[in-house]
């Protein structure tokens, strides 16, 4: 099991403090069944431009610790970028890190729109010429998507996968987030499952988070594919297939 979205690198952005942190939040991700985590630190322009090689390095730093400390688990590449005009230029500049060099691509928009910008498909098709995949980063926090959640099907229709965030079923990011994910798990609306850890905290509410996917879910098939086998198929850029969207 791999975990699709945590910012577990230190000192890039508003995740992991120190490598101490890091380590733990490896080892805690251990403990609840992951195998290996995709790096997925904030790319923001122009706030939080990650320098790549200074990225590269500090999972290199992080893995061969992990590995002096026998927890078995790996750090693979990745990135969560903020959208913005031209992200196929930042890709293919290697300015930022598709998903363990997949070509699967974790971007995320601004919160508090309540439609969804029309540059957003314009962008993702620029990257989907170029044969990359656009995953949604979580959203059932969007405003768009607390209007509406059918909100998301032209996205669906236009081939943009959905990741969403394993703490929002338990209120982490409010009523509305919570509410959302619970109508689009519902309908078939969620095609993957990550912590989007910043600390040790989600680990704590994992068990019960999860439980509570399970129970709203009621399909432990579905349950398996979205937490298990899309995140491995990332790893391996393998082909993504996916339920079509109940309309509720
Ligand atoms: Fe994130």
Redesign the pocket.
């Known amino acids: 099991m791999i975990d699709m ?3 577990i690198i230190p000192y890039t952005d508003d ?1 992991a403090i120190d490598l101490n942190t890091s380590i733990d939040m490896a080892r805690k991700a251990k403990d609840v069944g992951y195998e290996g985590i995709f790096a ?1 630190s ?1 790319y923001i322009i122009p706030d939080n431009e990650v320098l790549n090689e200074e990225y590269v390095q500090n999972i290199k730093k992080i893995n061969d610790t992990l590995e002096k400390e026998n927890i078995d688990i790996k750090i693979y590449h990745g990135n ?1 970028i903020f959208f913005t005009n031209d992200i196929i230029d930042l890709v293919k500049d290697h300015k930022v890190c598709t998903l363990g060099d997949s070509k699967y691509v ?1 971007v ?1 928009l601004p919160l508090f729109n309540s439609i969804i910008p029309m540059n957003v498909y314009e962008e993702f098709n620029k990257l989907q010429d170029e044969g990359y995949v656009p995953i949604l ?2 959203p059932e926090r969007y405003d768009f998507v607390t209007r509406d959640i059918k909100n998301l099907i032209p996205l669906i229709e236009a081939g943009v996968l959905l990741q969403s ?1 394993i703490a929002s079923i338990t209120g982490k990011y409010g009523r509305n987030p919570q509410r959302n994910i619970k109508k689009m798990l519902k309908s078939n609306m969620v095609h993957l499952l ?1 912590t ?1 850890s ?1 600390t040790t905290s989600v680990y704590e509410i994992y068990d019960k988070a999860m439980n509570k996917i399970k129970r709203t879910l009621k399909n432990d098939e579905m349950l398996n594919t979205i937490l298990n086998e899309n995140p491995d198929k990332i790893l391996n850029n393998e082909e993504i297939s996916i339920w079509y969207p109940k309309s509720k």
């Open positions: 979205h945590c910012h995740g997925t904030h969560e974790l995320e980063a979580h965030n990550g989007d910043h």
